[in-house]
């Protein structure tokens, strides 16, 4: 029980000094607290066996003096027996003597002078035997207080000296316990201040990578933007070149192809003519107030002379045109690639865009503008000219866009 008690409190006090949670290193000193423990429970385990001991010989030696004593009770009660048989044959001389008063004899004078010896012998016998009864029953009575105060006087010893062994055991054991704990409170402290510091150092490592990570996260952010931005420069690069070559090819096209652009301006000629003629045809038609004649007006458009002149003009002009349909065709893809080049170049600008993407947005679509035939098939001269210049005053915005770009991607810093 000792032993489960001391357990317990080393137990509470280990749990009230630490947070297990918390702290949960350097087991070993705590083992060797414990097994110093151990090791002051098995002295106290070998006192409390010699106190068994002591206990132990003490009852011995009380059964002795208690078998000693009915020794002696055994004995007085022999004394006694041999009392109780002599006052048996007293009691058998006086009730003899009755006898012989009561018989009445006639004694002869020598008896009679024997009569007063005869008393005295029986009260003589009557007191020695009284005497040795109350001698016995004394004896036997300061037999019994000997032997009390006896077993008393030892007992009392005994437990005087157990009671000073197990004081003296409990005290010895409560200072080692005080020690032990102590001992162990102390290492626990030690633990507590060791596991602190460690925690300590640990956090500023961990605070220190956290930085260095964070910083390289930063970096390898800022690498990767530069990346992008630098492959944003290099795809810019090639889809404005490409978009001014599709360019110069839609301006060349209009002096290399004349014959494609005078059967296609024949064409579109003969086209509104043919419609001019059926709209005045149809507009006289209209004035007609008989809905009858009206209607015979319209049907007899077809068989109008003009009108079949214009048809027949429009029909030769496409004959003629469709001899054309490859270059036609080379032209629409060419526009058709304008278009797309001109969108993916803007769509490469910030919707909000800077000064610089919106001027050069402004010129793209303004030589676009002069490259798309609208009305006319043919461009003028002047406008040839005009889109080789705007084509030369685009080139330095867009040197100057790059290079803000590409000093961004250096990490240069500018005002």
């Known amino acids: 029980m000792l032993r489960i008690l001391i357990l317990l409190a080393f137990s509470f006090n280990l749990s009230a000094e630490n947070n297990p949670q918390k702290y949960q290193a350097d087991t070993v000193s705590i083992k060797q607290a414990i097994g110093k423990l151990r090791a002051s429970d098995m002295a106290l385990s070998k006192d409390i066996a010699a106190l068994n001991n002591q206990v132990s010989a003490s009852i011995n030696s009380n059964n002795i003096v208690v078998k000693e004593s009915r ?6 009660n022999k004394l006694i027996q041999v009392q ?10 006086m009730d003899q003597a009755k ?12 008896i ?44 009392q010893k005994h437990t ?24 162990a409170k102390q290492q626990n402290e030690n633990v507590a201040n060791d596991l602190q510091a460690q925690i300590s150092i640990s956090d500023n490592q961990l605070t220190t990578q956290l930085k260095s990570v964070s910083k390289q996260t930063e970096e390898a952010h800022l690498l990767k933007i530069d990346e992008f931005r630098q492959a944003w420069i290099n795809t810019f690069r090639e889809d404005i070149s490409v978009l001014f070559k599709s360019f ?13 652009f005078i059967a296609w301006d024949i064409l579109k000629r003969a086209e509104r003519s043919k419609c001019d003629v059926y709209n005045e045809l149809l507009e006289l038609a209209d004035q007609e107030t008989n809905p009858t004649k009206r209607v015979q007006a319209k049907l007899r458009i077809n068989l109008n002379e003009n009108y079949i002149k214009s048809v027949e003009y429009s029909s030769n002009a496409r004959e003629q045109f469709v001899q054309y349909k490859n270059e036609f065709r080379e032209f629409n893809n060419l526009h058709a690639t304008i278009i797309e080049q001109k969108t993916k170049v803007m769509l490469m600008f910030n919707p909000r865009g800077t000064p610089d993407e919106k001027d050069i947005v402004a010129k793209l679509d303004s030589i676009h503008q002069r490259l798309i035939p609208s009305q006319r098939t043919f461009m003028p001269q002047g406008d040839k000219d005009a889109v080789v210049e705007a084509l030369k005053d685009l080139q330095p915005a867009i040197q100057d866009m790059l290079k803000i770009e590409w000093n961004r991607v250096k990490r240069a810093k500018f005002d």
């Open 71 to 76: 020794v002696l009770i055994e004995e007085v």
């Open 112 to 155: 009679a002078s024997d009569e007063m010896a005869i008393e005295w012998n029986f009260w003589s016998a009557v007191i020695i035997a009284f005497g040795s009864f109350i001698i016995a029953l004394g004896s036997f009575g300061i037999t019994i207080v000997i032997l009390k105060k006896t077993l008393t006087s030892e007992t």
């Open 160 to 183: 005087q000296a157990l009671e000073s062994n197990l004081n003296e055991t409990k005290l010895l054991n409560r200072n080692q316990i005080d020690t032990q704990l102590d001992i």
């Open 248 to 260: 110069i090819t839609l301006k060349d096209f209009y002096s290399i192809e004349e014959g494609f």
């Open 99 to 110: 006898e012989i008063k009561e018989s009445k004899a006639d004694l002869t004078l020598s």
């Open 84 to 93: 109780s048989a002599q006052q048996k044959d007293l009691l058998d001389v």
